[in-house]
């Protein structure tokens, strides 16, 4: 009876340790989703401050192409041209693209600011662009293209 007694204690010990590391198993399972979840979390948090300070870097740099290019309308000069062009690849490289809208085009409020309103045949539609605008490449604009639209007078 006693040896009996012997095998019932250490099936209940071997049950027991078999829960217990049932538990911790999970628990460990558990530890991992967390640990993955803020490694996942932290690097998506890190993408949007760097896109944030990226935002702030190019929108102050934005007027000074604007500059450069009013100069080259003037001056056609080929080392400026050049320049230019550098320059709007490191902005495509840092994820930005020019939005260049052209006059016929349907009116787009996304990546476009309406700063007149003209007499035309049609509502909706660009008759000038101002000044071409910025956006990331997943669609947010940094700064909106400049253009006069057209609307349908009523007189």
């Known amino acids: 009876m006693v040896k009996g007694k012997k095998q019932e204690s250490k099936k209940k010990d071997g049950d027991k340790v078999y829960k217990e590391l049932e538990v911790l198993k999970s628990m460990l399972a558990r530890a991992l989703a967390d640990y993955d979840n803020l490694s996942k979390r932290v690097e998506r948090e890190r993408g949007v401050l760097s896109k ?10 934005l007027p000074v192409l604007d500059n450069l290019e009013s100069a080259q309308d003037h001056l056609q000069d080929t080392g400026l041209a050049i320049s230019i ?9 840092e994820g930005l693209l020019e939005i260049v809208p052209k006059v016929g085009e349907e009116f787009n409020e996304d ?30 604009a940094v700064r909106h293209a400049k253009v006069k639209v057209s609307k349908i007078s009523n007189n």
């Open 85 to 93: 062009g550098e320059f709007k690849k490191i902005l495509n490289e």
């Open 111 to 140: 990546t476009m600011e309406a700063i007149e309103v003209v007499a035309g045949a049609r509502d909706n539609i660009i008759s000038g662009v101002t000044l071409n605008g910025w956006k990331f490449k997943d669609g947010q």
């Open 52 to 61: 944030i300070t990226s935002l702030g870097i190019l929108t102050r740099l």
